[in-house]
Structures are given as C-alpha cells and as structure tokens.
C-alpha cells in the first residue's frame, strides 16, 4: 500500500490527500483546484506553473521554466511528483481569475476503481475446484494375468484412486495415439489432464512422469476493440501475469455491426477468426514468455466475449444477430480444441467458452455478474457496462432482467470529430475555469494531446454544462466573450487546446454535433434502465449497488456522469467499480467448474428485453434528450448546484 500525502493549495487553502507518486496536476484535478493546463500534461504549454512553499517533492523536468523562476522556487504541476506533504502556491498567471471561484465541489470525485471483490483471494468468490486437473499416476506395469488395454489400464487407476468413473470419462485418438509411447518410456509413470465438461470428463493429455507442480490456464476477454488475457496457476489460482492488445480484427471495422458484415464477404469469416485467432496466440506467447514458462504448458483457456466476438472465434456465421428478430446461432458452446479454431498454443488445450444470454447480451456481461458474486446477492443491484453497446442487468439472486441499448461509438471516443480511444495523449480529464473558460486538461499518459477519450468528454460536456458555456439541450452560449468558444467549419465549437499545445498541429475542439452526439449516448443508456425499473416496478431507490464494469466505467468521473444524466442521481457510495468484470468473471470460472456452471444457468435464467423497436424505450430515450434529463426533478441536486455555480462564475 503506498504512502499517502497531503497537498495543500495555496492561496485557496484546499488541502487533498493522495497517493506517493501522484502528479501534483492530478492531485488539482482531484481536488478541483483549477491550474491552467494546455498541453495535458505534458510539460511544454508551460502554463502550470506552481511555487512550492514546502515539503519534498521529485522534479524531473525545468523546461519552460526561466532561471529566475527557477531560482524563486518555481515548477511545472504536471511535472511535480508528490513524495512528501506539500504546500504549494498557484500564481495568478496559472489563475487567470478570481481566486475564490477557482474550487468548485469536489465530492464525489471516483476514478479509482474499487473492487467489490478481492481479485487476489479466489476463495472470496467460490470455493476452488478448477475446470481441469493434471494427476499423477504409478500404473502396475501389464502381465499376462493383468493384460488389459492401457486406457482401461489409465481409467482403473483414476477410478481406485481418485474416484474417478470409467463412463464419465472421453478420450480423443489423438491422446490414444500416444498412449503406449508414453506409458512404456515413463514405465508407467504418467500425468493426465482432466478437464470437466457438465458430467464428462476429457483426458486431453498425457505426460512422462509427475508434471503436476505446472498446471495453467489463460483467462481472455475478447472485446471488439481489445483483447484482455490472464495467466493463472491453476494450482492456487493465482496471477502470475497479464497483457492486452487491440484486438487484429480492427482492421476490418471498428464495431460488430462493421465485423458482421465484413463477415458475409467471401472469406471474411475466415480472415476474422484467423485475426482473433493470431491475437489471442500473440497475447499467450507474451504470458508465457513473462513467466519463463512454454505455451504447452497451458491446460486450457476460458474465454469471455460479446456474442458477435464469440461467432467470429469459433467461426460461426454471425449476419442473423444483426437481423431482425435478432437471433445468434447458440448461445452456448460446447469445449473445443484450440488448434481447431487456429490458435497457435499447442496442440492439446481446450477453450472454454463463457455462455451468451442472446445476441445483445453476451458471455462478457455473464462473466462479469459471476465477477461480482451477482447471483448470491441478496439485494437488489443493478450491474452496467458500457461501450458502444450498453448492456445493464438488473436484479439479485433471485431473478434478473437485463436489456442492451446501442449507445453508439460517441462514449468510446468514435463519431466524434477529435474522438480517440483511451490511449496515450487522450484527454480524459477536464476542469474549464469559470471565469475566463480556460480548460485545465490531462492526458493519458501526460503526453501532448491528440484527441479526447471517452472520460474527457463527459468532463467537458458536463463542465461546459456547469460553466454555462452550453444550455440544456448542448447548444452553445454564443454572447460568451472568449477565444475558446468560436464558430468552426460545422458551427459553434469550444477549444480544448490550441495547436501550439497539441501534437497533432491542429485545434483540437469539442463541436456542438459531439455533444448532440453524447447526449443520445447517454440517453439510450440511462433509457435502458428506467425500462428495466419500470418493467419490475422498483425505482433508483431500490437499488443496493451500482456495479460499473468495463474499461469505460473505470475511468469515468461519477458526479460528471450523473450531471450529463448517463447515471442516476443517487448517492455516491451506491456506485461500484469492478474493473474489467468479464475478465475477472473468466479466472473464477477457470477456477471452479461449479462457477461455469453457474454462468450457464444464469444466462439461461435471465429475461432479457429486446429495446429495439419498444416504444417505452423511445419516449424514456427522448426525454433524456437534455442536459441532465427533460424532467429537472430527477437531478434536483444537478441542477441546484449547477444554478450556483453559474451565479457564482459569472
Ligand atoms: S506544462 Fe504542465 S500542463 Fe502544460
């Protein structure tokens, strides 16, 4: 656990606390301190300039910095590492306004993710009984009184020794093949693999001698931008390492609808799931390679994804999910070898597949309800991830409801005109000054930016929104004296940052079609969940927990969502971040075959509400329509505090 420090902000007086090692920009951010920030952090706008008072801190740049300012104790925030208690003191040209309205509320802040889970203690979710298991046997050699065949020979020992029953147990030619090899150069001490399927069990491996101290198994959620893979000890369940990748198939479109129809052309099924198949082999050769282990060491794999990402894996045709009435070729799938989908391991270990609820509605949301011990709550909760698609469960152990909503690819930095994916140089935090609507900016990273992510753009509509920059339907104030509001090519824009301050040489400017953009987003997710109240006839008060999954969810700014109107106006500490769920959900059922069942019987038990041609669906969607919502009641607290916040600024 690191060192936790306070910073204080001087002449405001605003004090934070924060971890060792945190830029001093972010802890402002944190503490809704407004410094100017131009290049997102990246040291060469030079407008964060602070002047340390006291306290230790680690500097690593004086660029932009004259001798003088050197000399009176001057640095960049960005560039301030925070090691110490500090107190430092903001000049007013990193100000550029009245002092006193510089802090603005900062409760609620929540970018963290908080587990509702333990990801390092397995047995905090189930109990450890792994999907596969490697067993060592010391086999009597054969006789002439003892002269059965070597399988028998295999299974009797399994039987006598482990309990293991001959019927329930399915061996492919290929490990029969090897069988009499192996048996007699090991004289007949061998390990076998195991892995359980419902009341069957395959033997997918036999080895010389005890290799049972080396049992693994790589976890992957297969997401359509990227990919997520876990190496785990089956032994103990345990992390040994992780990595990701943008998922290859990128190339040949950015969203499922795109994938789906690449797929009807002539060969393209084929070139996607030979993609997918290359990505997940690149990502398990690094895992192993981290680890000092080889790929034939991987027993099996456990793979999560959204149900179009699960067709193309298996090489299932996808086009009838696109179509309406919407129907996938099956919702579950049986193991399957690994060479037989063109993944490049090794030549025994199956892939597990997390089962789908319906075309909309995919393995990755199972995985994650399985996460988060959804299915043992006793109250209600609801769970949420969003991407292009947002996919929300409502419920508890007893019953679920779940629907899906296309929020289209605005959240996740698509459609909109300086849009990225949260990548390095991505803004994805953003304080404007409600004086002069200067923005304080940051970036992923803090490298100069290039566009703005999914997080920076809820920060900018929602600060443009408390700063009275833009009215409840996303249009412009356009009296506002600044250089930062301007009529563009496609009418009126705000500017993030100038060129000078970029690396891509332009403007990068949020325009008022993003915004448009957003507010449909958000409107179709909060729309889906107001449909899945009002189908079970619960309100936002109903709910225990907010459970937020995904990339998307980690990052995003709570209070700023919920003054945009994409969450619901409740309190703060009803909100749980779980991080990427669907691939926490994949180490469990890795280790616990009960848990895998479990994931099967939850997606058949959840009533799914197909949204797309429901009409409730479309008056709740039009009255999300506005900043926060068409009916101010429901975010009273937004916009109380938004009314001060505008008297105030102005
Ligand atoms: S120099 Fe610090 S944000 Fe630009």
Redesign the pocket.
């Given at each position: 656990m690191k060192n936790k420090y306070k910073v204080t902000f001087k002449p405001m007086n605003v004090s934070i606390h924060v971890p060792e090692g945190e830029s001093l920009?972010r802890a402002a951010i944190l503490a809704n301190v407004h410094?100017?920030?131009?290049?997102?952090?990246?040291?060469?706008?030079?407008?964060?300039k602070v002047i340390l008072e006291s306290g230790k801190i680690n500097n690593i740049t004086v660029?932009?910095l004259s001798q003088e300012e050197i000399k009176d104790g001057y640095y960049?925030?960005?560039?301030v590492i925070v090691k110490d208690d500090i107190i430092v003191n903001i000049p007013i040209e990193s100000q550029l306004g009245d002092k006193k309205v510089l802090i603005k509320d900062s409760k609620g802040i929540h970018r963290q993710p908080t587990q509702i889970l333990s990801p390092e203690i397995i047995e905090d979710i189930c109990k450890p009984d792994p999907i596969g298991k490697k067993y060592f046997l010391e086999l009597a050699e054969p006789t002439l009184e003892d002269n059965i065949s070597d399988i028998q020979r295999i299974i009797r020992e399994l039987k006598n020794r482990y309990d293991i029953q001959e019927k329930d147990i399915l061996v492919n030619n290929k490990v029969l093949r090897q069988i009499p090899y192996v048996l007699r150069e090991a004289r007949f001490k061998i390990t076998v693999t195991l892995l359980n399927y419902k009341d069957k069990v395959i033997l997918s491996r036999i080895e010389p001698g005890d290799t049972t101290h080396m049992q693994y198994a790589l976890c992957i959620d297969v997401g359509t931008t990227s990919v997520y893979a876990l190496l785990i000890d089956v032994t103990n369940g345990k992390i040994l390492t992780e990595a990701s990748d943008y998922n290859a198939q990128l190339t040949c479109g950015e969203d499922v609808i795109t994938r789906i129809v690449f797929a009807q052309r002539k060969d393209g099924l084929s070139k996607l799931q030979g993609l997918i198949g290359e990505t997940i082999s690149n990502l398990a050769n690094v895992v192993v390679d981290k680890c000092g282990i080889t790929l034939e060491d991987i027993s099996y794999l456990v793979v999560a994804g959204n149900t179009t990402m699960i067709h193309l894996l298996l090489g299932i045709p996808p086009q009838y999910i696109r179509e309406t009435p919407y129907v996938p070729v099956s919702n579950t799938f049986p193991p399957t070898m690994v060479e037989e989908l063109g993944i490049n391991i090794n030549s025994h270990a199956y892939i597990y597949i997390i089962p789908s609820v319906a075309s909309y509605l995919g393995g990755d949301i199972i995985s994650g309800l399985i996460a988060c011990s959804f299915t043992t709550r006793k109250e209600v909760c609801l769970y949420i991830d969003i991407g292009t698609n947002g996919e929300m469960v409502l419920g508890c152990g007893d019953w679920m409801v779940a629907c899906s909503c296309s929020a289209g690819p605005a959240l996740e930095g698509g459609t909109i005109k300086f849009g990225i994916r949260a990548t390095e140089g991505a803004i994805e935090e953003v304080r404007i000054n409600p004086l002069t609507y200067e923005p304080?900016?940051?970036t992923i990273g803090?490298k100069k930016p290039i566009g703005i992510c999914g997080s920076g753009l809820i920060d900018t509509v929602a600060e443009l929104f408390e700063c009275g920059i833009i009215d409840q339907q996303g249009k412009f104030y356009t009296h506002l004296n600044t250089e930062y509001i301007r009529r563009g090519e496609s009418g009126f824009e705000y500017v993030l940052a100038f060129a000078e301050?970029t690396d891509i040489g332009k403007d990068i400017v949020l325009t008022e079609t993003d915004i448009e953009d957003l507010i449909r987003a958000k409107s179709a997710a909060y729309a889906g969940i107001k449909i899945l109240l009002q189908n079970v006839g619960l309100t936002f008060d109903d709910i225990k927990y907010i459970i937020i999954s995904g990339n998307f969810g980690t990052y995003v700014d709570i209070q700023k969502s919920i003054t945009i109107g994409l969450f619901p106006e409740v309190p703060k500490d009803k909100f749980v971040f779980i991080g990427n769920g669907s691939l926490l959900g994949t180490r469990v059922c890795a280790m616990s075959k009960d848990m895998m069942e479990t994931a099967e019987r939850i997606a058949n038990s959840i009533t799914n509400f197909e949204l797309s041609e429901n009409k409730d669906f479309m008056d709740e969607f039009i009255k999300g329509l506005f900043l926060p919502y068409t009916d101010a009641n429901e975010f009273k607290g937004v916009m109380d505090r938004i009314a001060i916040s505008q008297r105030f600024g102005r």
């Open positions: 920009l410094i100017n920030a131009s290049c997102g952090g990246n040291g060469t706008c030079g407008k964060c660029m932009n960049l925030a960005c560039k304080m900016i940051l803090q301050n």
